[in-house]
């Protein structure tokens, strides 16, 4: 079974800092796409960044220059880098991951369970 486990969430001051993590199993963090979405209350789920097999990175405009997604291949885990936070990065975020590249709108097949990020 492919397991997708995201930790690292918390409650920051606007301008902080957060590094998420999405520890994968059962499937290679080195294949196909790689995602962090999220979903803010009241709101439809949105990709935010997402990695390619060859490392291509792609992020939504709202998070671009401050966010950064990057993967340890040694680990099967994915990061998602968050700086300088603003109250409107309040949501759930997800990692996700699918065995071909379907860049950030796609539909994933696997998806982790969510962590809470809070700014204020």
């Known amino acids: 079974d492919v397991q997708l486990v995201e930790s690292g969430g918390g409650s920051v001051q606007v301008g902080g800092t957060l590094r998420l993590s999405c520890a994968v199993s059962?499937?290679?963090?080195?294949?196909?796409?790689q995602a962090w979405f999220r979903q803010a209350p009241g709101k439809k789920r949105e990709g935010i960044a997402v990695?390619?097999?060859?490392?291509?990175?792609t992020y939504a405009d709202s998070v671009k220059g401050r966010f950064i997604i990057s993967r340890d291949i040694s680990k099967n885990t994915l990061y998602l880098q968050m700086d300088n936070l603003k109250p409107e990065d309040t949501a759930v975020c997800y990692c996700?991951?699918?065995?071909?590249?379907?860049?950030?709108?796609?539909?994933?097949?696997?998806w982790g369970q969510g962590t809470q990020v809070t700014v204020s």
């Open positions: 996700a991951a699918h065995p071909f590249w379907i860049g950030l709108s796609g539909n994933y097949l696997y």
């Open positions: 990695i390619s097999i060859k490392g291509g990175l």
């Open positions: 059962g499937y290679n963090v080195s294949s196909g796409s």
